[in-house]
């Protein structure tokens, strides 16, 4: 039972480069989410998704992308790589009935430097 | 808009003491809450939730969780921390939206 795996788990980046990080759930879950986790900061939402074609910022989404094609992948793009994008980078899912929001899985995090 | 205060960033207690993390959330609407911990170098892992109903709550590994809604609080107990609950915990309210996460609080647990 994987759950909400990311890949890869580290990465260096180099400052202007493009990458995007992988997050695929094995769930069945509707709702995906990526957040941030910045030292002493919590998480901040990126973005997130109530289902395959939708998508929605979150409360810092600039300087990234997301797509949802199918229920299972969430992957997010960052364009044009900067310092200030240097962070843990956390993919969680939640089952999602109606407008309720819960995501209770979360992956273990990449850990992304930007150089 | 929803916002979770977690006012204490750096908690030590001694091997079974008890313990209590505060947490004290602003939301528009009847809150759902949550408690998460981390461990070192991992994602987030759910305590316990409160929806609706006994505003005492229990979770996982022996945790607890008290809704107060005339203080705005949500506060994490336990009665005997093990050196094994040294880790994050953050304190997360949400309903119709996506759940807004505190700074979170880091218990350290000593001999």
């Known amino acids: 039972n994987a759950g909400v795996t990311q890949t890869p788990k580290f990465h260096i980046l180099k400052i202007g480069q493009s990458m995007t990080l992988q997050c695929t759930q094995d769930?069945?879950?509707?709702?995906m989410y990526w957040y941030r986790q910045d030292p002493g900061m919590g998480l901040k939402l990126i973005y997130y998704?109530?289902?395959?074609?939708?998508?929605d910022k979150g409360e810092v989404p600039n300087g990234y992308n997301v797509s949802r094609s199918t229920t299972e992948d969430f992957p997010l793009r960052l364009e044009l790589a900067a310092p200030s994008q240097t962070s843990v980078y956390f993919c969680?899912?939640?089952?999602?009935?109606?407008?309720?929001?819960?995501?209770?899985?979360f992956g273990d995090g990449t850990r992304l430097s930007i150089l | 808009a929803q916002s979770v205060t977690q006012p204490d960033i750096h908690i030590t207690v001694s091997e079974g003491a008890s313990l209590e993390l505060r947490c004290n959330y602003s939301?528009?609407?009847?809150?759902?809450l949550f408690w998460y911990v981390q461990s070192p170098g991992q994602g987030l892992q759910l305590l316990l939730k409160?929806?609706?109903?006994?505003?005492l709550v229990q979770g996982i590994k022996g945790f607890e969780a008290e809704f107060k809604r005339s203080q705005s609080s949500f506060n994490l107990r336990k009665p005997s921390v093990h050196w094994s609950d040294a880790a994050e915990y953050f304190c997360?309210?949400?309903?119709?939206?996506?759940?807004?996460f505190g700074k979170g609080t880091r218990l350290s647990v000593i001999a």
């Open positions: 409160y929806f609706s109903g006994d505003t």
């Open positions: 998704s109530v289902g395959a074609g939708i998508t």
């Open positions: 997360a309210v949400g309903a119709d939206t996506p759940l807004v």
């Open positions: 969680a899912s939640s089952k999602g009935t109606g407008e309720v929001h819960q995501p209770q899985h």
């Open positions: 769930m069945n879950h509707n709702y």
């Open positions: 939301y528009g609407a009847t809150p759902y």
